[in-house]
């Protein structure tokens, strides 16, 4: 049976993913927005949410549960929705000594 972590949207940024609107496709979401929580075994994903609607920590609209460790799914008011995490774009030494060497500073 796969397993499934639960990352929860922090609290602070809970109205604002409420109030976004239902886009198609698979949701950009920031790793630095979620407190990473609980995991559990389930058949799929959909029985996962149903154990944990029975705790006093049920999943709430925003927070995110990832399959086997690769699959990335957000809670929405449809259900759960394919997402992934944004990688942030690391700058490297060498890139910015080069273009600072081209702007002259």
Known sequence: MPSYRVF???????AHFRQL??????????LRDYVEG???????RYAAWQELKGT??????GDVMVEDGTDLFVMKFVG?????????EVKSLEAETMAATVSGT
Do not use: C, F, Y
């Not at 006093?56 to 609209?61: F, H, K, R, S």
């Not at 759960?80 to 942030?88: H, K």
């Open 8 to 14: 929860r949207l922090k609290e602070n940024l809970r």
């Open 21 to 30: 609107p239902h886009l198609s496709g698979v949701a950009q979401l920031k």
């Open 38 to 44: 609980v995991e559990i075994t389930a058949s799929n």
């Open 56 to 61: 006093n920590d049920p999943l709430q609209i």
């Open 80 to 88: 759960l929705e394919p997402a992934e995490w944004i990688v942030p």
